[in-house]
């Protein structure tokens, strides 16, 4: 596997994987509705990429196997010590073939190479087959938010 830069294609087409599926996974882990998620998604996104692919500190990277395109990386710099992944996404078709610790190889030589002491992550909870391979690759909880439904009607 290689990482090559997203061309400006590749990274519209980035985006609109995560405005499909980041807010399913935010929904399901704040308990909000569907559209209210999407729409915090958007905002989110124009918030943190106020230059899209051109905004200093963010990096997006296309992920791939000969010529294939199998996947994609997001990831932005924090202070000069630590690279945060924002988004790893591997193409449905080629999950579970060990393309994903593969991924994360290449951000953390990434992260080397660009002078970073430390790579950082979020993974949602409910994401039990990520959070299986990050730790299986030595990375260990740095924060945690618990969340509990009280009971009752919700606004």
Request: hydrophobic letters at 35%.
């Amino acid at each position: 596997m290689r990482r090559t830069p997203c061309t400006p294609g590749e990274y519209r087409t980035l985006m609109r994987m995560i405005l499909r599926d980041y807010p399913r996974d935010r929904a399901r882990a704040d308990a909000l509705p569907l559209k209210t998620a999407r729409r915090n998604a958007r905002t989110q996104l124009q918030t943190m990429l106020p230059h899209a692919s051109r905004t200093p500190g963010h990096y997006f990277d296309t992920l791939r196997e000969g010529a294939r395109i199998v996947g994609y990386l997001w990831y932005a710099k924090q202070g000069q010590r630590s690279l945060f992944l924002c988004q790893i996404y591997i193409l449905a078709p080629f999950r579970r073939r060990g393309l994903g610790t593969q991924a994360m190889r290449l951000f953390e030589r990434r992260a080397q190479a660009l002078g970073c002491r430390e790579v950082r992550l979020h993974v949602f909870g409910h994401n039990a087959a990520a959070r299986a391979l990050y730790e299986k690759l030595g990375y260990t909880t740095a924060d945690l938010v618990l969340a509990k439904p009280l009971a009752g009607k919700r606004k």
